[in-house]
């Protein structure tokens, strides 16, 4: 079974940096595109961030410039650096796993990622 696991999420105030860790286990596809999304209460779950096997990456438009998608293939982590962090990017932030194609353009919608994590929350005050 494909485990997930979050860590580092924390209250800061606006203006400080964070970053999440996902530690991903008994995963064994080569070909991969992992994510971080978030969901704030009332909200729909949204895409961060996703990165792929081959290394390409992409962010969100509402964090581009602050947050940073990351991997290191050696320790099975995946990491979100987040900075300047504000009140609106409080959120419970969720990493997820996929195969290589759901990071194709349009494609990396939450319903094609079949394995989440459960979860770290950011609290952002200002």
């Known amino acids: 079974q494909v485990q997930l696991v979050e860590s580092g999420g924390g209250s800061v105030q606006a203006g400080g940096s964070l970053r999440l860790s996902c530690a991903v286990s008994?995963?064994?596809?080569?070909?991969?595109?992992m994510g971080w999304f978030r969901q704030a209460p009332g909200k729909e779950r949204e895409r961060v961030a996703i990165i792929n096997s081959l290394g390409g990456s992409n962010v969100a438009d509402s964090v581009e410039g602050r947050f940073t998608i990351s991997q290191d293939n050696a320790k099975n982590t995946l990491y979100l650096q987040m900075n300047s962090l504000k009140p609106e990017d409080t959120a419970m932030y969720y990493c997820?796993?996929?195969?290589?194609?759901?990071?194709?353009?349009?494609?990396?919608?939450?319903?094609?990622?079949?394995?989440w994590g459960q979860g770290t929350q950011v609290t952002v005050s200002s």
């Open positions: 997820a796993a996929a195969s290589l194609w759901v990071c194709g353009e349009g494609q990396s919608s939450t319903s094609n990622f079949p394995y």
């Open positions: 008994r995963y064994t596809n080569n070909n991969y595109c």
